[in-house]
């Protein structure tokens, strides 16, 4: 299974193993991961999943779509790599992606 | 692991929250969460859009899967109804006898469905819609072609007649309000409701009284009161749900309109919080008290009563927002719009999809119906927990960007 790390803001990292088609989301509530809260469950409705998609990785997930790029626009301490996890799905190809969280998702 | 006990009753989306919760703010005794139906707690919301359209399957419906719960050492008893509550001995007792005895308790109820006793309710092919279950059955009935008669124009029912236009069916919602969203929405939103959903093909009839459910053994038709006969081959009825309150009552705690708790969750006895759908509780930014439906107020509620079980007491004071999916509609609800007396659109509800409506009490903003319209969504949420003031005149301009707006 495909393996994701979540380096919290202070440096703590966890590497979770996720089934392919998982979100970034998902792996980090399904594991307990704090940092990411997820309020709506996935809907791009509340933005409270926001991570920062380590520089090495940003080509390979790719960018947000309108929605979500406008929601981005409202997280605290929006980044050129920040994306909402609900919206980033896990494949073969992310296979050791590596996201940074914020302090806050709100 | 120490011999407190905490056991969480009702085995819902405050239910999850509190049980995590609990443990991250430090709860080392037990936790058992009991519940009615036979599944880990799981987002309701997808259960009138994707779960319904059968865009979702069950599994990816669970909050978090059954391996959070063993790894964080939370117990399901699933399948299992509370029945009795006892406050003086400290304990639950469960529909097949089993006592239960607690240190702390939380009843995360939830909501039951108002039901409607018209002649023919009990026919096949008529359903309400609330658990997983009930969407189950509804899936057997479903199918290009077929016809449903939905009763209710409220978000439930129009999220249900929207899957269903998805799923090739032939689609009429009667509400007997003169409008949709009548309860929770300014006019013009509901015309926009009822204008996109026309151009999807469902036909919504308002002022409609219905008169009765006709059908032998099941559902075939619909008479309404003016003696209109509407064809179906399922009846989907949303009007509305009741705080679920029996146990707290029949216990002797507070209640009205739901279990009446304080900021930090407690309800009238000091070993007992509530949380989601199923309390009554303050709301400062609004100075009243709201029993809210939704999935925000059940997580945020969830996370202040862990805290005041760990000993930490951390006032409630989250902004209430909502949101619903019909069609490529993206609806964002931040605020309660209850008690406005102006409403300031940005965009047009008449033509397009995309527009928001903000809700004024004077000079005051309540809340905001943003339509595909994230950015509006968001500012709203920040201006008002915030408590930045809005310019109506500049949300009103689209050419003004929307942080402008504020101050």
């Known amino acids: 299974m495909p393996s994701v790390t979540f380096i919290s803001h202070d440096g703590r990292e966890q590497e979770v193993h996720v089934p392919v088609g998982t979100t970034v989301m998902h792996a980090a509530i399904d594991n307990g991961v704090s940092g990411i809260l997820a309020d709506c469950g996935g809907a791009c409705s509340c933005a409270t999943c926001h991570c920062f998609v380590d520089e090495t990785w940003t080509a390979r997930v790719g960018g947000a779509d309108e929605v979500e790029a406008q929601m981005l626009d409202f997280v605290i301490d929006p980044q050129p790599n920040s994306r909402l996890s609900c919206q980033i799905t896990i494949t073969d190809e992310l296979d050791g992606l590596v996201v940074r969280l914020p302090a806050s998702q709100f | 692991m120490n011999s407190e006990h905490a056991v969480i009753v009702g085995a819902s989306h405050a239910a999850g ?17 009991v519940g009615e139906e036979a599944i880990a707690p799981y987002q309701r919301p997808p259960l009138s859009k994707a779960y319904l359209a059968g865009e979702k399957h069950s599994d990816e419906l669970l909050i978090r899967p059954a391996t959070f719960y063993e790894k964080s050492g939370i117990d399901l ?12 001995a400290k304990t639950v007792t469960l529909h097949d006898g089993a006592i239960i005895p607690y240190s702390k308790l ?13 002649p023919g309710h009990d026919l096949d092919g008529v359903f309400y819609l609330r658990d997983l279950a009930d969407v189950d059955s509804i899936r057997g009935f479903v199918g290009p072609g077929k016809s449903a008669v939905i009763i209710g124009g ?7 007649a929207a899957s269903m236009r998805k799923l090739g069916m032939e689609v009429t919602v009667l509400e007997a309000l003169p409008r ?13 409701y009822s204008r996109v959903h026309g151009e999807e093909g469902v036909r919504i009839i308002t002022d409609a009284a219905v008169d009765s459910l006709e059908g032998s053994g099941s559902i075939e038709s619909v008479k309404l009161a003016d003696g209109t006969s509407l064809k179906a081959d399922i009846v989907v009825i949303g009007v509305g749900v009741m705080p679920a309150t029996e146990l707290a009552e029949a216990a002797g705690l507070a209640v009205d309109n739901g279990i009446v708790v304080d900021e930090f969750a407690r309800t009238s006895d000091p070993d007992i919080v509530a949380a989601g759908d199923c309390t009554n509780h303050y709301n400062p930014i609004y100075d009243r008290r709201l029993r809210l439906e939704s999935v925000q107020n059940a ?11 760990c000993g930490k007491l951390e006032a409630y004071h989250a902004l209430p927002w909502f949101w619903s999916d019909q069609y490529d509609l993206k609806l ?25 409506a903000f809700y004024f009490s004077g000079d005051r903003l309540l809340a905001v119906d943003a339509i595909n319209k994230p950015k509006e969504f968001m500012m709203v949420r920040r201006a008002l927990t915030t408590g930045m003031t809005a310019d109506p005149g500049k949300l009103a301009d ?9 101050a």
Do not use: N
């Not at chain 2, 008893?77 to 003086?88: F, N, Q, Y």
């Not at chain 2, 939380?106 to 018209?118: C, H, K, M």
């Not at chain 2, 003004?400 to 707006?405: L, N, P, R, S």
């Open chain 2, 398 to 406: 689209e050419a003004v960007d929307i942080q402008q707006a504020f």
């Open chain 2, 332 to 356: 964002q609800i931040a605020g309660l719009s209850q008690g406005f007396d102006r409403v300031v659109l940005r965009g047009r509800s008449d033509s397009g999809r995309s527009f928001a």
């Open chain 2, 299 to 309: 997580t945020d509620q969830a996370k202040t009563a862990a805290s005041t079980l």
């Open chain 2, 17 to 33: 929250q509190l049980g995590a919760s609990l443990r991250q703010g430090g709860w080392e005794g037990r936790i058992s969460i």
């Open chain 2, 180 to 192: 949709v969203l009548q309860r929770v929405t300014a006019p013009e939103v509901s015309a926009f």
């Open chain 2, 154 to 160: 409220g978000y439930i029912g129009l999220e249900t």
């Open chain 2, 77 to 88: 008893v699933l399948g299992s109804r509370v029945t009795g509550l006892d406050c003086r």
């Open chain 2, 106 to 118: 939380a009843l995360t109820t939830g909501a039951r469905v108002r039901t409607l006793s018209l």
